[in-house]
């Protein structure tokens, strides 16, 4: 990877956790877990938050529910589901389950629409759709994410969109899109791969990338909004905590550095035996505003980890997943995030002031 100029010195925040806003309701569609959210604010600004509902069988819907404030507290109430499987990039017969699977909503303000990536899970396996909405409650499939060709084709996750144009490494203006291609080996081994996954490279890896959709096709058409024409690597699993993978979590918020995100990163920890157990942290990922395949800031040791009984047991255990992030103030964020991978939590990010101290690159 070539040397980033202008790499920011440090970029710290505080986080505090403000426990549980959503568990299972009993119900059947919430057997398997109510985990991983999207979040949007309305135009009249009413928060929605899009869980990923799962039923028996691994089957997910994306819940639509409606936030009221009191206070400090902030509770949920359930509207049914904004989208539920019935595409037939969603639907399959094979056992592991299907479904519309880990949403994230970004409002982009030139195309004056939210937009909705989420994980379909199909007959082909995990690929990443979108569907479109005015108002955030009705939502509209547009379909799979298309790469061209000489760019990654096959099972992919973890797609956000940022939420203004940015110029692609080509120089073309853009909407930009992560995502995170996925191993064959990890989707059919699981745990079993991870003697294997630690021996490959880390740029082998499964890692984070940036996705380009030239934004003039798409101002015309916005069908055209599914026709990816570059991709960037841009976090690789390189550091002690996230040695398995990288992904996306939360859409990127604009700040004085550029564009901020809280991703994932997945380490293995050796329990002896040929065992290993997984573990889902999160961290702090800094672009550059206009060239957002420029990382300026990336955490080297998480600034998230499991703490606790309902982060650490549950569907899948040791887990800390953000997926939607909400503006309260300035440098003042609030952030919902996937626990164990059964329920939902909430956080507070408070951003230490601007640092305007540069890295000088090394010799």
């Not at 009413?46 to 799962?54: G, H, N, S």
Request: aromatic share 8%; with cysteine.
């Amino acid at each position: 990877m070539h040397m980033m100029l202008d790499a920011l010195a440090r970029f710290d925040g505080t986080i505090t956790r403000l426990g549980i806003v959503l568990s299972p309701d009993g119900s059947p569609e919430e057997i398997e877990g109510v985990l991983n959210p999207a979040s949007a604010t309305t135009r009249d600004g009413t928060l929605l938050l899009y869980p990923r509902a799962v039923a028996q069988g691994n089957v997910s819907r994306v819940g639509l529910c409606v936030g009221e404030r009191h206070g400090d507290d902030l509770q949920f109430a359930r509207r049914g589901f904004a989208l539920e499987p019935s595409a037939p990039y969603e639907v399959r017969t094979a056992p592991g389950g299907m479904g519309c699977e880990d949403p994230r909503v970004t409002f982009i303000p030139v195309l004056d629409r939210y937009a909705m990536a989420y994980t379909a899970f199909g007959p082909d396996g995990p690929r990443i759709a979108v569907a479109l909405s005015q108002d955030g409650y009705r939502w509209e499939r547009l379909g799979l994410v298309r790469f061209a060709a000489g760019l990654h084709q096959g099972d992919d996750k973890d797609g956000v969109f940022f939420p203004e144009p940015v110029l692609s490494p080509d120089g073309v203006r853009s909407i930009a899109l992560y995502h995170r291609p996925m191993l064959r080996l990890s989707t059919m081994d699981g745990r079993g791969a991870i003697p294997t996954l630690l021996d490959l490279r880390p740029e082998e890896r499964e890692c984070t990338r940036i996705a380009y959709i030239p934004l003039e096709p798409v101002q015309r058409d916005i069908r055209n909004l599914l026709d990816v024409r570059e991709s960037a690597l841009v976090l690789i699993p390189d550091s002690p905590w996230c040695r398995i993978k990288t992904g996306a979590g939360t859409p990127p918020v604009r700040v004085a550095e550029g564009w901020f995100s809280i991703v994932h990163g997945v380490d293995a920890k050796d329990v002896g035996d040929g065992h290993y157990t997984m573990q889902y942290s999160a961290g702090f990922v800094v672009h550059d505003a206009e060239r957002p395949h420029i990382v300026r800031y990336r955490s080297q040791t998480p600034v998230m980890v499991p703490e606790g009984a309902d982060e650490t047991h549950g569907i899948v255990n040791n887990v800390v997943f953000p997926t939607a992030i909400e503006t309260i103030g300035e440098r003042r964020y609030e952030f919902f995030y996937g626990m164990a991978d059964a329920r939902i939590g909430r956080a507070r990010l408070e951003l230490a002031p601007s640092f305007a101290g540069v890295e000088e690159p090394a010799a």
